[in-house]
């Protein structure tokens, strides 16, 4: 069963899907554009957490936590990288 996650801006959804799969590329992952979520398997291999599609009720929430911070950390550190650039470039104006 898959969380459905709600944004702060209606209508990011798509954006938000591009932008981690544009993240995670440029991480090394092959990542297909169309699902970019499934990315989470292949950090969850290279972490050695067994991730499979499906329950993973007996996955440990560190394990977990990998994963998601891995995948989330690797997002985080773009989006200020791109405030950052933001701020330089305004102030250039």
């Known amino acids: 069963m898959s969380r459905r996650r709600k944004y702060a801006v209606p209508g990011v959804e798509r954006?938000?899907?591009?932008f981690k799969a544009e993240v995670m590329r440029r991480?090394?992952?092959?990542?297909n554009p169309d699902r970019p979520d499934d990315v989470?398997?292949?950090?969850a291999k290279e972490l050695g957490v067994p991730l499979e599609p499906g329950d993973n009720g007996d996955l440990s929430?560190?394990?977990?936590?990998?994963v998601?911070?891995?995948i989330g950390g690797?997002?985080?550190?773009?989006?200020?990288?791109?405030a950052q650039q933001e701020l330089v470039d305004r102030k250039k104006e």
């Open 15 to 18: 954006g938000m899907q591009q």
């Open 27 to 31: 991480e090394g992952y092959n990542v």
């Open 40 to 43: 989470k398997y292949e950090v």
């Open 61 to 66: 929430t560190g394990s977990a936590g990998k």
């Open 68 to 70: 998601g911070g891995r």
């Open 74 to 82: 690797s997002m985080v550190r773009e989006m200020i990288r791109l």
